[in-house]
T-cell receptor, first 110, second 115 residues
Framework: NAGVTQTPKFRVLKTGQSMTLLCAQD?????MYWYRQDPGMGLRLIHY???????AKGEVPDGYNVSRLKKQNFLLGLESAAPSQTSVYFC?????????FGPGTRLTVL | GQQLNQSPQSMFIQEGEDVSMNCTSS?????WLWYKQDPGEGPVLLIA?????ELTSNGRLTAQFGITRKDSFLNISASIPSDVGIYFC???????????????FGTGTRLTIIP
């Protein structure tokens, strides 16, 4: 039981490049989330999903897209990366109120 | 977007001291959660509170759900080196059994233990 895993762990992009972050969970959780963490700002919700095939916007969705084609996976896409998207990205999943977090992806956009 | 006010932002203490931190919100929640984040890792749940006035312990950690439902407190007794990290509060307001489970996070309290 691996819990929540994230791929990749680190990535450096140039402005305008695109990439996809992958989150996988093996706990059969319905809910999945993508957060970004910036210094002094805690975690802010980007997008979330309440089940396979559904997604919804969180607090800071602009510049990101997501997909939940399979229950165990939640993908976060950046179509055209900007320096303001330099951050640490965390994925989480939950069955009810307890969210389990992945180890994070550190993204730098130059 | 809403963020919870968490204080203090940082604490420098000596091993063995007790620690207190709190979180306040302008709106009510029906669940309060406290997480700890170690460097390079994701947050891990420490304590969950579900009822106004509730006091819950987990080892040396004690957390309380404020009676107004707008605040919560976390205390750590007799701190040890592995307590070092960032502590986050999070509030949740469940609208229905099938409503989303969105959390609003505090800005974190960084705990450092001075040798």
């Amino acid at each position: 039981n691996a819990g929540v895993t994230q791929t990749p762990k680190f990535r450096v992009l140039k402005t305008g490049q695109s990439m996809t972050l992958l989150c996988a969970q093996d706990m059969n959780h319905e809910y999945m989330y993508w957060y970004r963490q910036d210094p002094g700002m805690g975690l802010r919700l980007i997008h979330y999903s309440v089940g396979e095939g559904t997604t919804a916007k969180g607090e800071v969705p602009d510049g990101y897209n997501v997909s939940r084609l399979k229950k165990q996976n939640f993908l976060l896409g950046l179509e055209s990366a900007a320096p303001s998207q330099t951050s640490v990205y965390f994925c989480a999943s939950s069955l009810s109120d307890t969210q389990y977090f992945g180890p994070g992806t550190r993204l730098t956009v130059l | 977007g809403q963020q919870l006010n968490q204080s203090p932002q940082s604490m420098f203490i000596q091993e063995g001291e007790d620690v207190s931190m709190n979180c306040t919100s302008s709106s009510i929640f029906n669940t309060w959660l406290w997480y700890k984040q170690d460097p390079g890792e994701g947050p891990v749940l420490l304590i969950a509170l579900y009822k106004a006035g509730e006091l819950t312990s987990n080892g040396r950690l004690t957390a309380q759900f404020g009676i107004t439902r707008k605040d919560s407190f976390l205390n750590i007794s007799a701190s040890i080196p592995s307590d070092v990290g960032i502590y986050f509060c999070a509030g949740q307001l469940l609208v229905s059994n099938f409503g989303n489970e969105k959390l609003t996070f505090g800005t974190g309290t960084r705990l450092t233990i001075i040798p």
